[in-house]
């Protein structure tokens, strides 16, 4: 046999090894294929994996992005109610209303103390925040200013802020308008800022002065800096100029932002409102600001990853590549890889589905925030902010009830500003209720109360009520104004938690400022000597009831008297014991009044009363009580006797209109101090006796 031939095999053992390369083959083209479908599997994993990292951190990124977007747009809205309702303050429209000149009037005296008064209130509202609060005239002089609550003197006031950026805007607006400006470094503070400026109501157009305060690019850094967390977070102009940078601290005399930073401007081209992109390298999230009327700034938030954004190799990892270079070895493990990749799959979708349904929940949470902060803000008076939050809170806490509390200091009570069921054990605590009765308003912080739980120390008004309960305090300035008990079926989980606080902390300034102007317009209605209603006051409501009179075809009766000699009571007894004598009298004439009369004091010495549904015969009647009760009246000091002159009339029997009314009226009191004073006089009394014109 020649060397290397093949060793002749039986037919067995040939079909024997035959068979055996059959298996082998098979086996290695299984393998082979088994390796191609790893490998393709490999990769289609790691493309998979890069995608769904990528959108996790898109996802973070956005909605950092739209909450920093979201504070900047309450921010916006929250600075133009306040500003508006600042404006509002008659304080302002008083100055120029008071005698005398401008710059008189700004040198010193009650009438700029009231607009310094008002701007001091509205930095309280800001205390971090403003840096600057100022009433500016429309020819450019500032009347008032507080730098970080400091008053400006008055050599320190600017003579001209015409040339400011702000100033032509604002005065081209009607009242109700506020004008946000582009950030500029203030001359006051030497910080970047945001200016916001209104017109003062009710001093024409344009408007004789505004109401402006600057809020510092620094608290929007401190701000951003809280939502970035590691991340970064911008606020960028439509320019593309980094105004804001959570990583940069905003100091005083640096320059604005990040300058230099260039990264944003193909983003800004593109004039997108939200979505996410890659910046320079690494990935980010944009949302762009809603753009609101008399707002100079467009600006767009961007929330960016530090970590550069990865390639497919990288986000891959070695693993895949070590998959399809030993495709045998990795056949031993692509049963447990399916299975865990199976499961990695089921995972991702539960996470994908807890997190949409996470954004959801706050999407719908910031909108309705946002919704009640909006018409918080346009509330007419306290009544209705009182509702409004009740049907707030109630709407998003099923099966709530909800009762407002207002803390009246002048009373030392405890007040339910909102309805109360008539079998609410509340309703008889509640009547002789201190501030104290309510934990929260002591304590100055949320107090709860639950079925599983009691507290240390029981809350006189969370007990009566029973159940489940929790309290929360109104907090403005660091004062307890009041609180908001909201009594729920089971205990509250964070979220409602954080509802309830956040919508007491954006209703509070708005609650304490209805409060301040309802106030403001009791004391511009009232003489403060005698605390009876003043000449506009009594102006008001003369033409009311003589119009009630004239549409129900009732009487009304009234009297117009003076104090007879007051002015030798203040010359002989000097004006502290004349103003003690009208304090007297203004007291005569509450404790003489049925609940549905009214009183005023015209001015000087002379009073008037109004009595609906009372002819002239029970007028002169009335009259006649108060002249003796009057007459009655002692003051230490003042040894003249104290007597009054009063003249009745009545409609329709002398009159048939306000004018007229008080010209019989007046003319009834001359024929009373003709007739020896101290008597009650109509019209009608010259016809049934002689008129002595003789000095009494």
């Known amino acids: 046999m020649l060397p290397g031939a093949p060793i002749p095999l039986s037919g067995g053992v040939r079909d024997v090894f035959s068979a055996e390369g059959i298996c082998v083959r098979a086996a ?112 450019g002089p500032e009347n008032a200013r507080l730098v970080n609550g400091v008053r400006a003197v008055f050599k320190d006031l600017s003579p001209d802020e015409s040339g400011a950026a702000f100033f032509k805007p604002t005065f081209a607006l009607r009242p109700g308008q506020v004008y946000q400006a582009k950030p500029y470094v203030s001359p006051d503070t030497h910080e970047w800022v945001i200016s916001n400026s209104t017109p003062v109501p009710g001093t024409g157009y344009p408007a004789a002065a505004m109401v402006h305060f600057e809020v510092t690019l620094a608290s929007f850094q401190r701000t951003a800096a809280a939502v970035a967390k590691r991340d970064e977070v911008a606020i960028v102009d439509s320019t593309g100029r980094v105004i804001v940078d959570s990583r940069v601290e905003q100091l005083v005399g640096a320059a604005m932002g990040k300058p230099g930073d260039r990264r944003f401007l193909q983003l800004v081209a593109q004039s997108q409102a939200e979505g996410t992109t890659t910046v320079a390298g690494h990935r980010g999230a944009f949302h762009r600001l809603q753009r609101t009327p008399y707002n100079a700034n467009d600006w767009y938030v961007v929330a960016v990853d530090p970590r550069p954004a990865g390639t497919l190799l990288g986000d891959a990892g070695w693993a895949s590549l070590g998959m399809a270079a030993a495709a045998l070895a990795l056949l031993a493990f692509g049963g447990i890889g399916f299975r865990s990749s199976r499961r990695a799959v089921e995972e991702s979708e539960r996470t994908r589905a807890a997190e949409a349904a996470r954004t959801a929940a706050e999407r719908d949470y910031h909108e309705t925030q946002r919704e009640f902060t909006e018409i918080m803000q346009i509330t007419r008076d306290e009544d209705e902010a009182y509702s409004l939050l009740k049907r707030h809170l109630q709407r998003s806490l099923s099966g709530s009830d909800v009762l407002v509390l207002n803390r009246n200091n002048s009373h030392d009570k405890l007040e339910p500003m909102t309805d109360l069921p008539a079998d609410s054990p509340l309703v008889a605590l509640l009547q002789t209720a201190e501030p104290d009765s309510c934990l929260a308003v002591r304590l100055g912080k949320t107090h709860e109360r639950t079925e599983d739980h009691r507290p240390l120390l029981t809350c006189e008004v ?58 403001s317009q009791t ?14 006051s009594i102006d008001d409501t003369l033409k009311r009831m003589a119009a009630h009179a004239e549409r129900t075809s009732t009487s009304l009766g009234t009297v117009l008297f003076d104090l007879d000699h007051f002015k030798q009571i203040n010359d002989l007894c000097g004006h502290e014991k004349g103003d003690e004598v009208l304090a ?24 008037i009363l109004l009595l609906p549904d009372t002819d002239r015969a029970g007028a002169v009647e009335a009259a006649e009580k108060l002249r003796r009760a009057i007459a009655a009246i002692e003051v230490a000091g003042v040894s003249r006797p104290i007597t009054a002159s009063l003249g009745v009339a009545a409609v329709p029997e002398d009159a048939a209109e306000p004018t007229l009314l008080l010209r019989a009226a007046d003319r009834a009191l001359y024929l009373a101090k003709a007739n020896g004073r101290n008597r009650t006089r109509t019209l009608a009394s010259h016809e049934s006796e002689p008129l002595d014109l003789a000095p009494a």
């Open 28 to 139: 290695t083209l299984v393998a082979l294929i088994l390796g191609a479908v790893l490998l393709a599997g490999s990769v289609t994993l790691g493309i998979r994996d890069r995608a769904e990292r990528r959108n996790s951190i898109d996802r973070a990124l956005l909605n950092k992005a739209s909450d920093e977007a979201g504070q900047l747009e309450e921010y916006f809205a929250r600075a133009r109610a306040i500003n508006l309702i600042t404006a509002h303050n008659p304080a302002f429209r008083d100055f120029y209303a008071a005698p005398g000149k401008r710059v008189d009037k700004v040198r010193g005296g009650s009438a700029i103390r009231g607009a310094e008064a008002g701007l001091a209130y509205l930095e309280r509202l800001y205390p971090t925040s403003i840096g600057e609060a100022c009433f500016i005239d429309r020819l």
């Open 462 to 519: 969370c007990g009566a009520a029973g159940g489940n309960s929790t309290c929360v305090p109104s907090l403005v300035g660091g004062e307890v104004i009041g609180s908001v008990l909201v009594q729920h079926p089971v205990a509250l989980d964070g979220a409602d938690r954080r509802r309830i606080e956040e919508s007491m902390t954006q209703a509070s300034p708005v609650l304490a400022n209805l409060r301040n102007l309802a106030l």
């Open 584 to 607: 007297a009298v203004g007291v005569v004439i509450t404790s003489t009044l049925r609940a549905s009369d009214f009183a005023g004091r015209f001015g000087g010495e002379e009073f």
């Open 523 to 536: 004391r511009a209605l009232t003489d403060g000597l005698t605390g009876l209603p003043n000449r506009r």
